[in-house]
């Protein structure tokens, strides 16, 4: 239920319109008519049966629309398309629909005119079913046989003063006229809210646009918005907030990817990051965003990918020769994907729908592959951009961009500042040697973390992704087969020095064996010297004990004769 607000705040009810009530800070006035005008197509009278629908079941507001061109049964059947059960809420007593013919062949002008009639036929389909909301749909072709252009401008006063006293939140539509908003030229000045719609082609590509002109007596939205037309009714895109005051995470999130990982100082990228894998085609930008997306699922978060080239299905089968299987998580209500090529939509609309999509199925993890397929004036691709980046960090989201590059980088015309927004850059290259080709990857940037600055190879086969060192050294950096001969020529040199090496070990221990086999002899010679030597001085030292007993022999013989 609309109710007022506390203070001076204008009371307003709410239409149920995704984003409008945004732009609106809370959606129409109260009690009080709006003016929804536009040309032919741009969804003038789908907005207004959103709005008493929505009233109707959302916010228990009955309304009555009043149709001066559609009979009821062509209206309910041009918005049931849209899940709008009509005839089910004129049922229920919570709609109330009136065809008023006006065939302006039949029509005589004469005496005065007025919308007495008009008055008490509104009047008593509001107070059966104790209607809150009106429609009018549309003004001009209530007016459509009278041409005093004074009369006309007085009965238009009366009508929206009537309906201001009886407090009914109107919605009146409108032709868009060749001077002004409108064919008359009043309604505008008239009413208290007033919508312009817009249904721009610009390249062959069809764009809606909405401006709210005015509104009496509260703040709102000045700029245009984007809005979307499908299936699932109207959306709003509101112009997301120019303040960089989004929340930050400290939390890693990790690529599924071993060797991607660590080179990342923490292990991953930050969540809520914004990350841009750019490359040529063919070097693995929608593999690894598939890895991210895996990664995600196995968590058990959700995860969204926009992808402009290929279907859902067509990734899914390509993830398996990785040994990927990303359909258990679209099974599972995990992963969804959205595919729409870049041409059907213009930009604007392209985003409304991310926009639409994001809020309902509220994903952790969103991929766009590739972002390089939107084609647009490269002002409008910047204002995308920004506006897409500037969404993904309001909410939180993790976002991985693909783009693809002649070189794998970007140009000063192709850059559009995306890669100044990103978080962290992963450029993919392929190196072309010997005959062959070479995936190769590198960080460019990762804010706010500590990352390798290392060139590293990467391959793809049926058992994953498998990231290796590229070779550098003297003959520069290798890869591939280039690689595995260098590799095998170190080897074989390593291999070469090693023996070399133990040759020398063992002809040095034959030295020193020969050199102890020779000092064991010299020491034994030694021994025997030591023996004989000691042998003879002891024969020298008996002999001289003998001759010195054998002399005092002699000299006590010597004695006793004398």
Same mark, same amino acid.
């Given at each position: 239920?609309?109710?007022?607000?506390?203070?001076?705040?204008?009371?307003?009810?709410?239409?149920?319109?995704?984003?409008?009530?945004?732009?609106?800070?809370?959606?129409?006035?109260?009690?009080?008519? +709006?003016?929804?005008?536009?040309?032919?197509?741009? &969804?003038?009278?789908?907005?207004?049966?959103?709005?008493?629908?929505?009233?109707?079941?959302?916010?228990?507001?009955?309304?009555?629309?009043?149709?001066?061109?559609?009979?009821?049964?062509?209206?309910?059947?041009?918005?049931?398309?849209? $899940?709008?059960?009509?005839? &089910?809420?004129?049922?229920? $007593?919570?709609?109330?629909?009136?065809?008023?013919?006006?065939?302006?062949?039949?029509?005589?002008?004469?005496?005065?005119?007025?919308?007495?009639?008009?008055?008490?036929?509104?009047?008593?389909?509001?107070?059966?079913?104790?209607?809150?909301?009106?429609?009018?749909?549309?003004?001009?072709?209530?007016?459509?046989?009278?041409?005093?252009?004074?009369?006309?401008?007085?009965?238009?006063?009366?009508?929206?003063?009537?309906?201001?006293?009886?407090?009914?939140?109107?919605?009146?539509?409108?032709?868009?006229?060749? &001077?002004?908003?409108?064919?008359?030229?009043?309604?505008?000045?008239?009413?208290?809210?007033?919508?312009?719609?817009? %249904?721009?082609?610009?390249?062959?590509?069809?764009?809606?646009?909405?401006?709210?002109?005015?509104?009496?007596?509260?703040?709102?939205?000045? %700029?245009?918005?984007?809005?979307?037309?499908?299936?699932?009714?109207?959306?709003?895109?509101?112009?997301?907030?120019?303040?960089?005051?989004?929340?930050?995470?400290?939390?890693?999130?990790?690529?599924?990817?071993?060797?991607?990982?660590?080179?990342?100082?923490?292990?991953?990228?930050?969540?809520?990051?914004?990350?841009?894998?750019?490359?040529?085609?063919?070097?693995?930008?929608?593999?690894?965003?598939?890895?991210?997306?895996?990664?995600?699922?196995?968590?058990?978060?959700?995860?969204?990918?926009?992808?402009?080239?290929?279907?859902?299905?067509?990734?899914?089968?390509?993830?398996?020769?990785?040994?990927?299987?990303?359909?258990?998580?679209?099974?599972?209500?995990?992963?969804?994907?959205?595919?729409?090529?870049?041409?059907?939509?213009?930009?604007?609309?392209?985003?409304?729908?991310?926009?639409?999509?994001?809020?309902?199925?509220?994903?952790?993890?969103?991929?766009?592959?590739?972002?390089?397929?939107?084609?647009?004036?490269?002002?409008?691709?910047?204002?995308?951009?920004?506006?897409?980046?500037?969404?993904?960090?309001?909410?939180?989201?993790?976002?991985?961009?693909?783009?693809?590059?002649?070189?794998?980088?970007?140009?000063?015309?192709?850059?559009?500042?995306?890669?100044?927004?990103?978080?962290?850059?992963?450029?993919?290259?392929?190196?072309?040697? %010997?005959?062959?080709?070479?995936?190769?990857?590198?960080?460019?940037?990762?804010?706010?973390?500590?990352?390798? %600055?290392?060139?590293?190879?990467?391959?793809?086969?049926?058992? &994953?992704?498998?990231?290796?060192?590229?070779?550098?050294?003297?003959?520069?950096?290798?890869?591939?087969?280039?690689?595995?001969?260098?590799?095998?020529?170190?080897?074989?040199?390593?291999?070469?020095?090693?023996?070399?090496?133990?040759?020398?070990?063992?002809?040095?221990?034959?030295?020193?064996?020969?050199?102890?086999?020779?000092?064991?002899?010299?020491?034994?010679?030694?021994?025997?010297?030591?023996?004989?030597?000691?042998?003879?001085?002891?024969?020298?030292? +008996?002999?001289?004990?003998?001759?010195?007993?054998?002399?005092?022999?002699?000299?006590?013989?010597? +004695?006793?004769?004398?």
């Amino acid at each position: 239920m609309a109710e007022p607000l506390t203070g001076k705040t204008l009371a307003k009810a709410p239409t149920g319109i995704s984003g409008f009530d945004d732009v609106t800070f809370g959606g129409l006035p109260v009690g009080r008519p +709006s003016l929804v005008c536009g040309s032919a197509g741009c &969804g003038k009278t789908l907005f207004a049966v959103t709005f008493l629908v929505n009233g109707a079941t959302k916010f228990d507001e009955p309304g009555v629309f009043m149709s001066f061109e559609e009979r009821a049964e062509d209206l309910g059947a041009n918005v049931a398309s849209l $899940g709008y059960d009509l005839d &089910g809420l004129v049922a229920e $007593g919570r709609l109330a629909i009136d065809h008023v013919r006006v065939e302006r062949s039949e029509i005589e002008e004469t005496g005065e005119y007025d919308l007495e009639g008009l008055f008490i036929r509104l009047g008593y389909a509001v107070d059966t079913i104790g209607a809150k909301r009106v429609v009018l749909d549309t003004i001009e072709t209530l007016f459509a046989g009278l041409s005093d252009a004074a009369i006309l401008r007085a009965e238009l006063r009366r009508l929206f003063g009537w309906l201001k006293d009886r407090g009914l939140t109107t919605v009146i539509t409108g032709e868009r006229g060749d &001077g002004g908003l409108t064919r008359q030229g009043l309604e505008e000045y008239v009413s208290d809210c007033v919508i312009l719609l817009d %249904n721009r082609v610009e390249e062959q590509v069809t764009t809606r646009r909405l401006r709210i002109v005015k509104y009496r007596g509260s703040a709102h939205g000045t %700029n245009e918005y984007p809005f979307l037309i499908d299936e699932d009714g109207i959306s709003v895109l509101p112009v997301t907030s120019a303040d960089l005051d989004y929340g930050v995470s400290d939390d890693i999130v990790p690529t599924g990817i071993e060797g991607l990982d660590a080179m990342m100082g923490p292990g991953g990228f930050f969540r809520g990051s914004s990350v841009l894998i750019s490359g040529v085609a063919g070097t693995g930008k929608t593999t690894i965003s598939s890895y991210i997306v895996d990664a995600a699922c196995a968590r058990g978060e959700r995860a969204m990918s926009f992808v402009f080239e290929e279907s859902g299905a067509q990734i899914c089968r390509n993830a398996s020769s990785v040994g990927l299987d990303l359909t258990r998580h679209v099974e599972s209500g995990l992963l969804r994907f959205e595919a729409a090529r870049p041409t059907l939509y213009g930009l604007e609309t392209h985003l409304a729908r991310m926009h639409r999509d994001i809020e309902r199925f509220d994903p952790s993890v969103v991929i766009i592959d590739p972002i390089s397929a939107l084609r647009g004036p490269a002002t409008e691709l910047q204002a995308t951009l920004l506006r897409m980046v500037d969404m993904f960090k309001g909410r939180g989201i993790t976002a991985v961009f693909t783009s693809l590059r002649t070189d794998g980088g970007f140009d000063e015309r192709g850059d559009l500042g995306l890669s100044s927004l990103m978080d962290a850059w992963i450029k993919l290259l392929d190196v072309e040697a %010997n005959g062959e080709r070479t995936r190769t990857l590198y960080v460019i940037k990762a804010r706010g973390m500590s990352h390798s %600055n290392q060139v590293r190879e990467f391959q793809m086969s049926a058992t &994953g992704v498998r990231l290796l060192d590229a070779y550098v050294g003297s003959a520069g950096v290798l890869t591939g087969t280039a690689r595995v001969v260098q590799e095998a020529r170190e080897e074989a040199e390593a291999l070469r020095r090693g023996q070399e090496s133990e040759r020398r070990k063992r002809e040095v221990i034959r030295r020193r064996q020969a050199i102890e086999r020779q000092i064991a002899e010299l020491r034994a010679s030694l021994e025997v010297a030591e023996e004989e030597e000691t042998v003879l001085l002891g024969e020298d030292e +008996s002999r001289e004990t003998l001759l010195a007993t054998e002399r005092r022999a002699i000299i006590q013989r010597r +004695s006793a004769a004398e």
